[in-house]
């Protein structure tokens, strides 16, 4: 497996509308290979302090804009990313394994439709309106600082600059260390697009030293981040220090609850797809089935045949369908929890742990299924952010909803059954978004958490609405 991608070597910040050369540089290295496949800057406070003073200087003239043609822009940016679609999907699968046909469609095509839906949503948001004698209206609320994780790299960027600049924001964006090479693409997109410059600025860099001075910076209006719990109770520390807003959307450990009269293998195809897809890389990967005791062993059995169609191993063969994880150092933690769960007693039924004969060189792991796992376990309590699924018993519906709802998450959920029925359970489940039945993912729905899955929400109207203000004027 050769990974030559040196050509999307990023060479500096993009601020201000420029590429202005960083002080150091990281290796972007291959989880296929180990070996660097790229470099990127690593920025500084300095960095940061020059990309907050451009977007400060750039506010007043795009807030100034109609919303209609900051939608304009949104489309255009949305056209000039599906031009390169090709070149995004090479680079996510050249820096964190994804297979390329996940990488084309999934990766490159959704922040696609981000974008688009996003813009199609300008004439439904309520910019202005009345109550009594007070005119109220929507304005931005200024520099926007977004920090975004590695395993969506573009599609979770878009999420938090579509609707920032849709409402007349500025923005610094600090992406993943892991996963920088698209957001190159995204400048190059952005400048073509028009975006004015000043208005969306990137500055790579960790999150220690790029993120905390992002966070921690006076003229920074709100922090959008999304990545783990634990980050997150980070970032709301320190951004209290200036009393910003804070916009979350962390960890998740979503349960799939399977009723008796669900159409079982229409649960096991979608359960697999959801909790192996980006090797289970996703904060709403659905890393627990909740499935009737008598059901229990049936449905264990027909996991463990469906699974037999998720081939690992070369990224860029298009039959592969479980690339990598995305580093070395994931899959030791995800290797780790899989022999934690042989550890505290759960019947391992499919996979397991250790490396994989013949892709020994890379951050390759076994996708796994646990059955008769207890609820109060480790793997079914943490998110694990890998291909693991627990399969746990319940007696009774009753019990099902307490077990779903039985960790410090509440992202998301999912119900299998008769859709009255399902639709009653998932009442009762505490999280942002529940699926029924398998129904797809819905880009102009908000999309957020419960408890410590964090708080407001991404995308929709909802997700646009985040980043306003709201001015009442007495008349």
């Known amino acids: 497996m050769t990974y030559t991608h040196e ?21 972007v290295v291959s989880p296929v290979t180990g070996a660097s496949v790229a470099s990127a800057p ?3 406070e300095a960095d940061v302090d020059r990309a907050v003073a451009a977007a400060r200087a750039a506010l007043p003239s795009w807030a100034a804009t109609t919303p209609a043609a900051r939608a304009d822009t949104l489309r255009r940016l949305a056209a000039e990313l599906s031009g390169r679609t ?14 390329i046909t996940l990488s084309r469609h999934g990766q490159a095509g959704s922040p696609v439709l981000v974008a688009a839906a996003t813009a199609d949503l ?7 309106s009345r109550t009594g004698n007070s005119p109220i209206v929507r304005e931005p609320v200024g520099v926007v600082g977004a920090i975004t994780p590695w395993n969506f790299p573009l599609q979770q960027v878009m999420t938090k600059i579509a609707p920032a600049l849709l409402a007349g924001n500025t923005i610094v964006l600090k992406p993943a260390e892991l996963a920088p090479l698209s957001l190159r693409l995204l400048a190059e997109a952005a400048a073509a697009a028009g975006v004015p410059q000043g208005v969306l ?22 922090i959008s981040f999304t990545g783990s719990t634990q980050a997150g109770k980070r970032i709301s520390t320190v951004a209290a220090g200036t009393v910003k807003r804070v916009g979350l959307e962390l960890g998740g450990k979503t349960a799939n609850v399977v009723l008796e009269d669900a159409d079982v293998d229409a649960a096991v195809r979608h359960t697999l797809m959801n909790s192996w897809t980006n090797s289970g890389q996703a904060c709403g990967a659905w890393t627990r089935m909740l499935v009737p005791a008598s059901m229990h062993d049936d449905i264990v059995e027909k996991l463990v045949s469906a699974a037999a169609e998720y081939t690992v191993g070369d990224p860029l063969d298009e039959s592969t369908r479980i690339g990598p994880l995305a580093s070395e ?5 995800v290797n780790g929890c899989i022999e934690r769960g042989i550890a505290d007693g759960a019947r391992l039924v499919y996979g397991g742990p250790g490396r994989i004969p013949g892709l020994e060189g890379g951050a390759f792991i076994r996708p796994t299924i646990f059955a008769d796992v207890d609820p109060g376990s480790v793997i079914a309590q943490e998110e694990i952010f890998g291909p693991v699924l627990s399969v746990i018993a319940y007696e009774h519906e009753d019990e099902a909803v307490c077990i779903a709802n039985g960790t410090v998450y509440g992202l998301s959920a999912a119900v299998f059954g008769a859709q009255e029925h399902a639709m009653d359970i998932a009442g009762r489940l505490e999280a942002g978004q529940v699926y029924i039945n398998g129904a797809d993912f819905n880009p102009i729905a908000p999309f957020g958490g419960y408890k410590q899955s964090g708080n407001g929400r991404e995308m929709g109207r909802a997700g ?5 203000e709201l001015k009442s004027i007495q008349l």
């Open 7 to 27: 050509h999307l070597s990023i060479h500096g910040h993009w601020i201000d509308g420029a590429t202005i050369p960083g002080g150091g540089t990281a290796d």
């Open 42 to 44: 690593s920025g500084t």
């Open 86 to 99: 090709e070149d995004v999907a090479q680079a996510i699968t050249a820096e964190i394994g994804v297979p």
């Open 122 to 128: 300008e004439p439904t948001i309520e910019w202005s």
């Open 201 to 222: 600025n990137i500055v790579y860099g960790t999150g220690a030293v790029v993120g905390e001075a992002l966070v921690a910076h006076p003229d920074v209006d709100m």
């Open 329 to 333: 150092a994931q899959w030791r933690r």
């Open 464 to 468: 646009v609405e985040e980043f306003t």
